[in-house]
């Protein structure tokens, strides 16, 4: 859909009776919204751009609608549902014979696949491919946040886990999401970056012993800021009102945009994030206090062992 074409959208667009329309883009795909919004004016709809920073389908730009009939999202697939948001995923196409490059690090016969949103319209061909070579390939059904078969999302493994399989291929690009699929799963994960060719067993050990030199230091905190998200995928209120209630030095903050600056400025000891769980496990080293997963703040409160570690997704 994204190579241009709108006249699936505009059809959409005129069943449900849309006159003004907003356009919003993830940040890697932001220059298309010129020729995207050309297009649609040329269809005669008045049309308006997101130009804030969007990191995916739970970020969405919800103000437009004070002013739009409908909010088109491209390059995701929803992960609640709205009924003003038209939801376009971006298609990135490789050609699967590439899967050849995994085959000598796969240990099993029994494999569960799973890849991101940019590649689910390959996993039928990806799965041909794997049985071809004698690979029995399991792929999980879509539900929740992940709706394609396959699909996994930073904040969500569960396609990984409802394989049945002892180990799994992540197909794509980027080592966070095979590395939260290891920790999730606790099971073997072989990533294979599908442009670059390159394969590699990924572990989550160098991960787990950063995530435990953060939790140490925060152990020293005598305040504690609990990060509850305003954004429509994010906001996770009843997790954050419990997690405020361990601890009599903790607040719930709300925020929009999590960084570091404003961090600083409201000078607690420590944070805990329950907005998207990248922001912990990513950007740590950018923060200038320990920013902890929902998981590791009821470790340093004594509510959960190290032994029961896990990442933080977002059922």
């Known amino acids: 859909m994204l190579s ?62 004070a002013d739009a009939d409908v909010l088109v999202h491209l390059g995701h697939t929803p992960v609640d549902n709205q009924d003003r948001v038209i939801f376009i995923p971006y298609s990135v196409d490789f050609d699967v014979t590439i899967l050849k490059k995994a085959l000598p690090l796969l240990k099993e016969k029994t494999v569960g696949l799973v890849t991101t949103v ?56 980027g080592l966070f999401h095979p590395i939260g699929i290891a920790l999730s799963t606790k099971k073997r994960v072989v990533a294979l970056d599908p442009l670059s060719g ?3 067993e990924v572990s989550g050990e160098t991960l787990l012993r950063r995530r435990f030199a953060v ?7 005598t305040s504690t800021g609990i990060i509850l998200s305003t954004k429509s995928g994010q906001a996770r209120k009843e997790l954050a009102e419990r997690l405020a209630a361990l601890s009599p030095g903790a607040v719930i903050v709300t925020m929009k945009e999590v960084s570091p600056d404003e961090l600083t400025n409201l000078g607690f000891g420590c944070y805990v994030n329950t907005a998207c769980p990248r922001l912990a496990y990513d950007d740590q080293v950018r923060f200038p206090v320990p920013v902890l997963s929902p998981q590791e703040f009821e470790i340093v409160c004594g509510k959960r062992s190290w032994d029961d570690y896990t990442v933080d997704e977002i059922p």
Not at 119 to 137: C, K, N, Y
Not at 215 to 221: C, D, G, L, N, V
Request: aromatic fraction near 6%.
């Open 4 to 65: 241009g074409d709108i006249s699936e959208l505009t059809r959409e667009l005129k069943r449900r009776g849309a006159r003004r329309v907003a356009l919003q883009f993830p940040e890697g795909l932001k220059r298309k919204a010129s020729g995207y919004a050309a297009g649609l004016r040329e269809a005669g709809f008045d049309v308006m751009v997101s130009g804030d920073p969007c990191y995916g389908a739970c970020d969405l730009a919800l103000d437009t609608l």
């Open 118 to 173: 940019q590649h689910v319209h390959l996993v039928p061909a990806m799965e041909e491919f794997l049985r071809s070579q004698g690979i029995d390939a399991r792929v999980a059904e879509g539900r929740g946040r992940t709706p394609c078969r396959g699909q996994v999302l930073g904040c969500s493994f569960t396609a990984a886990k409802d394989t049945g399989a002892d180990e799994i291929l992540y197909v794509g690009t």
């Open 198 to 200: 390159i394969a590699s």
């Open 215 to 221: 939790i140490e230091k925060a152990k020293a905190a």
